[in-house]
């Protein structure tokens, strides 16, 4: 039997190891919300790639394809946070996979490997707007473009020019725009689109997303091209900086290898991250951000993910 001392000496050490846990408690719910994680993963100009090229003594032979790709998504998917699985255009075009069947397989592939969404690139018209129209009947993700107007095309009410994904607390919007195709596509295959200025469209939804729709994170999905020698062509690097409340660009088009994300000061002084992956699904591009407790973004960490194993 306890006496009072005894007594009291326990009672105290039971309260403080209360204490000592509520406070580890509140601890960890503090980490938990000053620090929100996000890893977004991403690709380019894949171009029709669902299977390795051959192993036939080219630079690429065994890397790319489909089931590699899927296996590194599952792998990082499998560390348990949140992620995002982004597309920036030219889905289709280039093997006998989109001349045999006109990208059905390549929407198949996307929609298994789970993609959130996706933008058009000029080839993803090569088979004519109807066709495209078609084939988004496999896919499970939207497309999204806002410098494109389909109204009277095949393509009318097939895209929408953002969408906002909820991945724990942080709500991230994502837009797309597309390249001119004037004078890159055959006018038959993308008819009464009309091609709208890009940055001025892409500001505009940002905007929508950032203040409206209270998004903690823009992305814009690009298919304009990283950079040109023409300064009167809009590029990424032009978009950037004329961008306002847009915190990642995305891009395709020039087939650009980044060795790492590139930052440039936007219209605000705010950094703006790009990044592209090269084509046909060699890479595998992995930006991992960290959200303080006020939704402050960082890029914590980047990573060029090689697809499949290259062989000698």
């Given at each position: 039997m306890l006496n009072r001392r005894g007594f009291i000496k326990r009672s105290t050490l039971a309260t403080g190891a209360v204490l000592t846990g509520d406070a580890l408690l509140q601890q960890a719910m503090a980490?938990?919300?000053?620090?929100?994680?996000?890893?977004?993963?991403?690709?380019?100009?894949?171009?029709?790639?669902?299977e390795p090229f051959p192993m036939d003594g080219s630079r690429n032979q065994g890397l790319a394809g489909v089931a590699a790709r899927a296996k590194a998504i599952e792998a990082i998917r499998a560390e348990g946070g949140h992620v995002v699985l982004l597309d920036a255009g030219d889905i289709f075009q280039g093997t006998p996979f989109f001349n045999f069947y006109k990208g059905e397989p390549e929407m198949k592939a996307m929609t298994m490997l789970g993609y959130d969404a996706c933008t058009m690139g000029n080839h993803d018209f090569d088979a004519g707007m109807d066709n495209f129209a078609t084939q988004l009947q496999h896919a499970n993700f939207p497309v999204l473009l806002c410098n494109y107007d389909f109204t009277g095309t095949p393509l009318e009410h097939k895209t929408i020019p953002y969408t906002i994904l909820k991945k724990g607390k942080l709500k991230?919007?994502?837009?797309?725009?597309?390249?001119?195709?004037?004078?890159?596509?055959?006018?038959?295959?993308?008819?009464?689109?009309?091609?709208?200025?890009?940055?001025?469209?892409?500001?505009?939804?940002?905007?929508d997303l950032k203040k409206k729709q209270g998004c903690d994170m823009v992305i814009c999905l690009s298919h304009l091209g990283f950079k040109y020698k023409e300064p009167a062509?809009?590029?990424?690097?032009?978009?950037?900086a004329e961008s306002a409340n847009i915190d990642l660009i995305i891009g395709g088009h020039t087939h650009t290898f980044f060795d790492k994300p590139l930052a440039y000061r936007n219209k605000l002084g705010r950094d703006v991250i790009v990044n592209q992956v090269g084509w046909a699904g060699i890479i595998l591009g992995r930006l991992d951000y960290v959200f303080s407790s006020n939704k402050d973004k960082n890029l914590e960490a980047s990573q060029s993910v090689l697809i499949g194993k290259k062989s000698s």
């Open positions: 980490a938990e919300a000053r620090d929100q994680r996000l890893t977004i993963l991403h690709t380019n100009d894949v171009h029709s790639r669902l991230i919007g994502i837009t797309g725009v597309g390249i001119e195709m004037k004078g890159l596509v055959p006018e038959n295959l993308y008819g009464a689109t009309q091609y709208l200025d890009p940055i001025v469209a892409a500001n505009r939804v940002a905007d062509k809009v590029s990424d690097e032009v978009f950037a």
